[in-house]
């Protein structure tokens, strides 16, 4: 490769796994094209209901099997993270008010302290 020429590096690199199975196509589909982050009853039906039945294609069974995990793991970490941020936002307040508070009250706390050991 010399200066100035271009390198492709997804020449020949497909980005959809080949499927052969319809059933196991469409749950693929249905789970590419819905939000992960609250996975509808009706596409996890369809997607276990494809999984559970006996196919030739373990390559396409595996890829879906694949994705519905994570898709599953990132359900549930968007759970998480959602849980977090109430907890903050009870914590602190939404604007941060409590946290401010605490702060001070720690400095006021702190200068009471120091105060009170010059005194001894």
């Known amino acids: 490769m010399g200066l100035g020429s271009m390198r492709f590096y997804s020449e020949d690199v497909t980005h959809m796994p ?3 199975d319809p059933v196991l196509y469409n749950a693929f589909k249905d789970l590419m094209a819905v939000s992960w982050s609250e996975l509808p009853d009706s596409v996890i039906s369809d997607v276990k209901n494809a999984l559970s039945k006996n196919t030739d294609d373990k390559a396409g069974k595996e890829v879906v ?4 995990c994570a898709a599953k793991a990132i359900e549930e970490f968007g759970g998480i993270l959602i849980s977090l941020k109430l907890e903050f936002d009870d914590s602190i307040g939404m604007s941060g008010e409590v946290f ?3 702060l001070v009250s720690v400095k006021l706390f702190s200068i009471t302290h120091h105060i009170i050991r010059l005194m001894i």
Not at 65 to 68: K, M, W
Request: glycine share 0%.
């Open 100 to 102: 401010r508070f605490r």
């Open 65 to 68: 099997e694949n994705v519905f």
């Open 18 to 20: 080949n499927i052969k």
